[in-house]
Structure formats: structure tokens, C-alpha cells
């Protein structure tokens, strides 16, 4: 079990942050190089938001984050799981609270994750799982559609129902 743990990273739908700046957030006070640091935060798309702000990674944030916008804690919540450099993530709705803009974010730092490691994507949101190499609908408790999203569109199944719908809202 703990060797399990330490190859699966988990980035949950509101991950805490606690009362302290951006870096203790991102390194839990272990000593990790300001190189990975920096290197996990421009993977996460949240690298040049950190260093606009007065006093950078040392920047205070609040209790959970309350200086930051959803889509900025969910950035630094990625880059802190980054800096674990686990094989594997498990992304519980990475999206599911973020406007268009920080969604926008989070699908370019996915873009680079997904090619050093396994990515799992818990989502409703559409749009997050698009691009993903294999894509599991799950329907009523059971798997009903397995493949890209190119596949699941030509299936016509609950896939690409929901697609439709989507794309009428």
C-alpha cells in the first residue's frame, strides 16, 4: 500500500492550501531547487502569474488560498503534485469550477504532463477529456464506451450524445 502511494499523485476537485506563501504551498517545507520549482509551475501554467506578484513564491496566499482564484489554486495545486514526480496522476474534475480562461490554463499544462506520465481524468466537463489518448464513459454505474474521442464520435453512443447536448448549451 505505501509503495502504492508513492507512485499515485492526486490533484482533488478544491485541493487545500493552507496559511503560508505560494513555495511552502508548492514544497511542504521539504528541500526541493527552486529549478524544479520553476519547472513544475511552468508545467502547470502558473509559473509567470507567481513571479508578477510582489514578493513571488514567497507571496502569502490566505487560508486555502483565499488570495487566489479558483483556477490559480487548482494550477498550484498541480504544480505541488508535479514536484512529487509520481509515474502516476489521478485528476479528480480539474476544471469543474473554472471559467473559460483558467479551464484554458489547465488544458495547456495538461498537454505537457500527459507526456512524462499516466494521467487518469475524473470529468464531467467535456472539454477536459477531448484530447485524452483513451477515453472511459462511464453510464449507470458501468463502462459503456471505450476509445478516443474521434472513435466514441462516430459510435454514436452516449459519447457522443452528451457531445451534442454540450455543444447546444
Known amino acids: 500500500l505505501n509503495s502504492l502511494r508513492q507512485n499515485i499523485g492526486f ?9 503560508g506563501s505560494i513555495l511552502e504551498n508548492l514544497t511542504f517545507n521539504k528541500p526541493i531547487s527552486m529549478i ?11 509559473h ?3 513571479t508578477r506578484l510582489p514578493n513571488g513564491y514567497h507571496t502569502i496566499i490566505g487560508e486555502q ?17 508535479l ?4 509515474p502516476i496522476l489521478i485528476l479528480d474534475e480539474p476544471t469543474a469550477a473554472l471559467d473559460n480562461e ?22 464531467h466537463r467535456l472539454s477536459t477529456i477531448r484530447r485524452a489518448d483513451k477515453i472511459v464513459v462511464i453510464d449507470q454505474g458501468r463502462i459503456a464506451e471505450e476509445g478516443s474521442h474521434e472513435v466514441l464520435m462516430l459510435q454514436d453512443g ?12
Open 11 to 19: 490533484v482533488m476537485q478544491g485541493s487545500a492550501l493552507f496559511q
Open 36 to 46: 524544479d520549482v520553476e519547472a513544475a509551475t511552468r508545467a502547470a501554467c502558473i
Open 48 to 50: 509567470d502569474f507567481v
Open 65 to 81: 488560498g483565499a488570495q487566489l482564484s479558483e483556477g490559480q489554486k487548482q494550477r498550484v495545486a498541480l504544480a505541488r503534485v
Open 83 to 86: 514536484l512529487q514526480n509520481t
Open 102 to 123: 483558467s479551464e484554458f490554463y489547465i488544458q495547456e499544462a495538461m498537454k505537457e504532463i500527459c507526456k512524462q506520465r499516466t494521467v487518469v481524468v475524473i470529468a
Open 158 to 169: 452516449v459519447y457522443s450524445m452528451l457531445q451534442e447536448r454540450a455543444a447546444r448549451i
